[in-house]
């Protein structure tokens, strides 16, 4: 035990004495956040050029309220709140040209609006058919929206609004219906989305709180992606301190001073310790934010607690494989090659994240979430949605990661021991599996 703690000593030392320690430091917030950040600085700096777009209206009673709703919204829909004097645009103006058909000749029009916008004189064009404003919709769309920049759509959404509500009201006057009853009727209701009231141990009621939308969504996301970087930060590492030693022949002398199940074990546990002082470091800061801004009390204490727990099972599954790999290669292309597979198992969480995050409960989430090599991210995550996982799902996943954690360390001491030594050997899964069942 005195060799593993001085060999997780010197790892943990060497690893946080780094420069490249203290650019993960660093980079770390950046990569989970840099997003955002960009996001609101970019805020502001959107393209306000104007955006003129032709229409055709066959229909002759869709033009004059798109060219009305066009002029208000360039006049009042385009700027920033707050006084005259302090007003800011900081959306495009939309600019309306009425394209006419010669001799009602509609052969090729479509065509010459495409070069148009192929010259930059048009963003876009609308042609409306004749026929738009019918109640009966088995023709299809009577209304086609043409450019060259299909991502671009606010100006296409703006069209469908304005369009729409100028073909109800002339379907509701068609049918002598009053429109400001119909306005009334279909007046929109805003839904307040709220939790569950409860009885407190007094037995007093306690009133459903509203949703806080970044507490259901944000917190959640963050926990699992901070997990996963966190681990993903220091596992991979492994397999470089590893795979270099063995190529500068350092391991060999290593091994006449501890066994190789001591010197994988005390890498592990630095990795482990490296990790966890950024954790400790990251959730301080995070501590500290939620409660400047007043919303430590909505986190559960708990969450903590699971979130270390799970850091270290995933540290140690995906850092024992890692070193495995990195003791049974002998050239940074092998270990390369063989990471795929590793690095399939580390994704699994990614790509499953989302349909976890809207329906946690659901068969799929269980069964995804109880999985070990992805249950250290994937049940951090439906921990951290209200209410919860049932209790015996928890204890189910630690128990499962926990065997899956010492199997994964058992068998990478295996491949240690062995491959720590072999030179000049090509791995495979066969040899691998050769190696486990070896004594």
């Given at each position: 035990?005195?060799?593993?703690?001085?060999?997780?000593?010197?790892?943990?030392?060497?690893?946080?004495r780094s420069k490249a320690f203290i650019i993960g430091i660093i980079m770390l917030p950046i990569f989970m956040f840099g997003g955002l950040l960009v996001a609101q600085?970019?805020?502001?700096?959107?393209?306000?050029?104007?955006?003129k777009f032709a229409v055709v209206d066959r229909s002759g009673k869709l033009i004059a309220t798109l060219s009305e709703q066009a002029i208000k919204r360039n006049q009042n829909g385009i700027f920033s709140n707050g006084v005259d004097a302090e007003k800011k645009q900081i959306r495009p103006r939309f600019i309306l040209e009425t394209?006419?058909?010669?001799?009602?000749?509609?052969?090729?029009?479509?065509?010459?609006l495409s070069e148009r916008i192929r010259k930059k004189e048009l963003f876009a064009f609308l042609i409306i058919e004749s026929d738009a404003l019918d109640a009966d919709g088995?023709?299809?769309?009577?209304?086609?929206?043409?450019?060259?920049?299909?991502?671009?759509?606010?100006?296409?959404?703006?069209?469908?609004?304005?369009?729409?509500?100028?073909?109800?009201?002339?379907?509701?006057?068609e049918a002598n219906v009053d429109q400001a009853l119909v306005q009334k009727l279909t007046r929109?209701?805003?839904?307040?989305?709220?939790?569950?009231?409860?009885?407190?141990?007094?037995?007093?009621?306690?009133?459903a709180k509203e949703e806080n939308k970044v507490l259901t969504f944000a917190l959640p996301a963050i926990s699992m992606f901070l997990l996963f970087m966190l681990v993903m930060s220091s596992a991979p590492m492994l397999l470089n301190t590893v795979l270099e030693e063995k190529l500068q022949k350092i391991s060999e002398v290593l091994i006449s001073a501890v066994t190789p199940f001591q010197l994988m074990l005390g890498k592990l546990i630095g990795a482990v310790f490296v990790s966890l002082t950024l954790s400790v470091l990251y959730l301080g800061c995070g501590i500290f934010f939620l409660a400047k801004t007043g919303t430590l009390s909505m986190v559960p204490g708990t969450?903590?607690?699971?979130?270390?727990?799970?850091?270290?099972?995933?540290?140690?599954?995906?850092?024992?494989?890692?070193?495995?790999?990195?003791?049974?290669?002998?050239?940074?292309?092998?270990?390369?090659?063989?990471?795929?597979?590793?690095?399939?198992?580390?994704?699994?969480?990614?790509?499953?994240?989302?349909?976890?995050?809207?329906?946690?409960?659901?068969?799929?989430?269980r069964i995804v979430s109880l999985f070990p090599p992805a249950t250290p991210m994937l049940m951090m995550l439906r921990i951290a949605i209200p209410p919860g996982p049932p209790w015996w799902e928890i204890a189910l996943a630690?128990?499962?990661?926990?065997?899956?954690?010492?199997?994964?360390?058992?068998?990478?001491?295996?491949?240690?021991?062995?491959?720590?030594?072999?030179?000049?050997?090509?791995?495979?899964?066969k040899k691998l599996l050769g190696w486990l069942i070896s004594r």
């Open positions: 035990m005195n060799k593993i703690s001085r060999v997780a000593i010197t790892e943990y030392l060497t690893a946080v600085f970019a805020k502001d700096k959107v393209d306000i050029k104007d955006r394209f006419v058909e010669s001799d009602g000749k509609s052969d090729g029009v479509d065509l010459i088995s023709k299809g769309p009577r209304i086609s929206y043409h450019t060259e920049t299909p991502t671009f759509t606010d100006l296409p959404n703006w069209i469908e609004q304005v369009i729409n509500d100028e073909i109800r009201r002339h379907r509701f006057l929109h209701t805003q839904v307040k989305r709220l939790g569950l009231t409860g009885v407190s141990a007094t037995g007093e009621v306690i009133k969450l903590f607690v699971w979130f270390l727990l799970f850091q270290l099972l995933a540290l140690m599954i995906y850092g024992s494989i890692f070193s495995a790999i990195g003791a049974a290669c002998s050239e940074l292309r092998d270990a390369q090659n063989m990471m795929f597979p590793a690095m399939m198992l580390v994704m699994v969480p990614m790509f499953t994240w989302m349909p976890v995050l809207q329906s946690p409960s659901s068969t799929f989430s630690v128990i499962l990661t926990t065997g899956f954690m010492l199997a994964c360390v058992w068998a990478s001491a295996k491949i240690f021991r062995i491959g720590i030594l072999s030179q000049g050997q090509t791995p495979s899964m």
